[in-house]
């Protein structure tokens, strides 16, 4: 996970259903269950929500 994580970061997806995909950080919510989520807007204008252990920082913005 990215405790670092922050809105307009761009992030690569490691694992799950979007893994390979990269894309903006954005929306960063804690859910009932107490696990951290995000939103990744893809370059594309496509939007989806992962969790947030799922993914990790790329360099550069």
């Keep these: ?3 670092d994580l922050k809105d ?3 992030c690569k997806v490691t694992a799950g259903t979007h893994q390979g995909k990269t894309g903006t950080v954005s ?3 804690t859910s009932k269950t ?11 204008g ?3 929500k992962t969790l947030a ?7 550069g913005k």
């Design 34 to 44: 107490g696990h951290l989520t995000i939103t990744v807007t893809q370059p594309n």
């Design 53 to 59: 252990k799922n993914v990790v920082v790329l360099a």
């Design 27 to 29: 929306h960063i919510n």
């Design 46 to 48: 496509v939007r989806f």
């Design 1 to 3: 996970m990215a405790p």
């Design 8 to 10: 307009g970061d761009r």
